[in-house]
């Protein structure tokens, strides 16, 4: 029979963001974890807004259609365990990528694994966070993310309301942002070439 031992409580103790927050202390073998887990995970792409996780016909983005993968871990279909009250998956966006302002009625964590990645919280101005922050996002608040230079990878979950439907909160700036991400780490990736030769250390 397996046994899951619920994880110790300590490293969520720190300081939060959001509204909500952000702590710092992963476990330091969660790299390890995720190679050895790796042939086992199941990764797909977001590639049509009409499949069902946000209202039908709504703008994502060509940004974030090309940018996007997601493993289902935890949750009521298609993941690798069944769950009716909570959804938990691993979340992938390519390096500059715009996931533009979407609101649900679900409460919503984002585990951040890598980083700096900005965040836009309802109507607040961008901010940046680390590789080991946690966001939250309150019931039906708009958000937004983007990308810089360093792949992101994040667990997010869901503890209530599995059944929302994500809509898509239109904004003026989303066109300028997306060009700004492409041109900020075009500058990004010419600084590194000139102070680091070695391609392996770029990201
Ligand atoms: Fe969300």
Request: proline share 7%; with cysteine.
């Amino acid at each position: 029979m397996l046994t899951v031992t619920a994880p110790d409580s300590a490293p969520f103790r720190g300081r939060t963001q959001g509204s909500g927050g952000a702590y710092s202390g992963f476990p330091q073998d969660s790299p390890q974890a995720l190679s050895a887990a790796a042939p086992t995970l199941n990764w797909n792409a977001e590639t049509d807004s009409s499949a069902g996780y946000y209202e039908a016909g709504v703008d994502v983005g060509q940004s974030f259609l090309d940018g996007n993968l997601v493993c289902r871990l935890v949750g009521p279909g298609e993941c690798f365990f069944f769950s009716e009250n909570l959804f938990l998956s691993l979340f992938f966006l390519k390096p500059r990528t715009l996931y533009r302002d979407h609101a649900h009625q679900a409460s919503e964590m984002y585990f951040n694994l890598t980083g700096p990645c900005g965040f836009r919280l309802g109507d607040e101005d961008w901010v940046d966070y680390l590789g080991d922050s946690v966001i939250w996002n309150l019931p039906s608040r708009p958000h937004a993310t983007r990308i810089y230079g360093i792949p992101f990878l994040s667990a997010v979950s869901w503890v209530s309301d599995l059944d929302s439907v994500c809509r898509v909160v239109p904004r003026d700036d989303w066109q300028g942002l997306e060009a700004q991400l492409q041109v900020n780490s075009a500058v990004r990736m010419m600084s590194f070439c000139v102070t680091d030769p070695d391609p392996q250390h770029w990201i």
